[in-house]
């Protein structure tokens, strides 16, 4: 029989991309499925993200918060399952204020947590970000490693986590919670580094790069963290906690050459700005838990991937560019 599945945050980034995903019948086991999405369309959530399956018969959207309970009530019954990912997710947004992101990410949780544990919901998929463990100097974090966040998205962040977790230990929540590193792909709110330089170096405007560009990130397709998040809500094991990565490490400053490139500009369009505040040098997750137990492996190669992220940008302006007028980035 189908599943039901409500997608909070679904209007967003990543879960709009599950969403498109799951309604394409792009994961086994999801055939079929009906796909309830719940976002508050903050600033990052945009319906035209979920234009190319706004007409399938098997979506619908409701636009409300994870913090009212009551509209969690009356939409829980009947759903066989949550995938969790809604939530304030700008490292320099928390810094300036993170009033919102303790409100949405760990208030936001719990309250949907709490309506899951009254409505009896089979399954519930919690979805995180390696920024929890903190920086790395060198290795790669498996899911033991401690929680040793340093900026308050990611202190939010891990919040969120252990109250999940707590839902498990505490209720025998049937519950697993995935750990991915940092994504890129189409309909990426503009903000974010990547969107941020491909649009401004279209437009032969400069980046701002932090420092010497020396953080290192794994850089993830969102195509792949979606497919890995429909393998966890199949097959995961309650309780457990999947990293999800994509397997290339960059700099800053390497990343930056490869936009440069890509878009046909030189480092003249580039100026260093101070550092982020607690900025983390390095991230670097272990996957080889989701790999051995769910035959997870990132599929997209990361250079194809960038120009084909690259090319999208270039053919959807009318997608960024009002976000960019409306943000003033």
């Not at 009033?99 to 399954?123: P, Y």
Request: with cysteine; charged share 25%.
């Amino acid at each position: 029989m189908p599943q039901r599945i409500l997608v909070t945050g679904g209007a967003g980034f990543i879960g709009s991309n599950f969403v498109r995903r799951t309604l394409e019948d792009a994961y086994p086991g999801l055939e079929g499925a009906e796909v309830f999405v719940l976002d508050a369309m903050t600033y990052s959530g945009n319906l035209q993200n979920l234009a190319p399956v706004a007409d399938s018969p098997r979506y619908s959207f409701v636009e409300g918060d994870i913090r009212d309970s009551e509209l969690l009530d009356r939409l829980l019954p009947g759903v066989d399952a949550v995938v969790h990912f809604a939530a304030e997710s700008h490292v320099d947004r928390s810094v300036k204020d993170s009033g919102i992101f303790v409100e949405t990410n760990v208030l936001g949780t719990q309250r949907l947590l709490d309506a899951a544990l009254r409505n009896n919901l089979e399954r519930f998929v919690h979805v995180s970000t390696d920024e929890v463990y903190g920086s790395i100097a060198e290795g790669s974090w498996d899911e033991q490693r401690p929680l040793e966040p340093n900026s308050p998205y990611s202190a939010s962040k891990a919040g969120s986590d252990l109250l999940a977790r707590s839902y498990f230990r505490t209720h025998g929540m049937n519950l697993s919670i995935t750990r991915c590193s940092n994504n890129y792909g189409p309909y990426h709110f503009p903000e974010k580094v990547i969107p941020l330089f491909v649009t401004n170096l279209i437009d032969d405007k400069h980046v701002p790069l932090y420092g010497e560009g020396n953080n290192i990130r794994d850089w993830l397709h969102v195509d792949d963290h979606t497919r890995g998040i429909a393998m966890v809500l199949e097959s995961g094991r309650a309780g457990e906690i999947y990293n999800i990565g994509g397997g290339t490490e960059l700099t800053n400053k390497e990343l930056t050459q490869m936009l440069l490139d890509a878009t046909g500009k030189d480092w003249s369009y580039v100026d260093r700005v101070q550092d982020r505040l607690g900025h983390d040098l390095r991230y670097s997750v272990d996957i080889s838990k989701i790999q051995s137990e769910l035959g997870y492996a990132p599929l997209v190669p990361f250079e194809q991937g960038l120009a084909d992220v690259v090319q999208w940008y270039r053919d959807n302006r009318q997608w960024w560019e009002p976000l960019k007028e409306r943000a003033a980035l």
